[in-house]
């Protein structure tokens, strides 16, 4: 699937009324440089997208494809764009990309993005667009003074849920038990999302090669626990 280059206009989306969340959290603001600057265009056609697929998954964070890959193999009805912004992880899954379509896997519905997930999001996603976001094992920044990096303690995050669909789901895991119960008291108490599922699994109930993403899987074969929550935004 090629993707386009035509400037989505994006005028119905007033960054200016996004309001913020509870907890003291300050409302997230797009930077008006950015949000003005026409030398960017939009590098999705939504309206295709949605023509051609039955639902427009995201994930922000994909690095080198595994999950997204075979995500899309085994999802063709959906479309899933994967966004990674680090060169080197982007680069490699490129070619991981390259050479399944030389082996005659199409991955049209997969749409990989080098990019900032933030700006993808912000400047140029619609309302009620991804059935589902997937954030498997983000960067924890453990540090008190890294919080506001934290997905859920971002304010940003209101700005992702707002392209999330009435009943769509956000799939968060990690490998750090007191990132994911932060994460889920963020999730339901100020963002007011609902509780789908929690599971706590380690390779007792998952072997290693079954993992959907590197991490996953070194976490596993090395003795580790996962934890994952899903959380649905209201219809």
Known sequence: MELTTNPFVSAE????????????LRPFRYPLARAGDDSVVCPIDWSELQARFGAIDLEIGCGVGFHPIRRALTE???????????????????G???SHREKGMGLENLIPLHMNAIDLVARWAPEDLFDTVYLLYPNPHPKEKQANQRWLRMPFFGRLLKSVRPGGRIVLATNIESYWSEANEFALLTWGLESDSDRVFTSSKVPPFAGRTHFERKTLATGGTCFESIWRKPE
């Open 96 to 98: 991981r990309i390259r």
């Open 13 to 24: 989306i007033d960054f200016d009324s996004i309001e913020g969340p509870k907890r003291g």
């Open 76 to 94: 063709p009805s959906r479309a899933l764009l994967a966004v990674e912004h680090t060169a080197l992880k982007f680069k490699k899954f490129a």
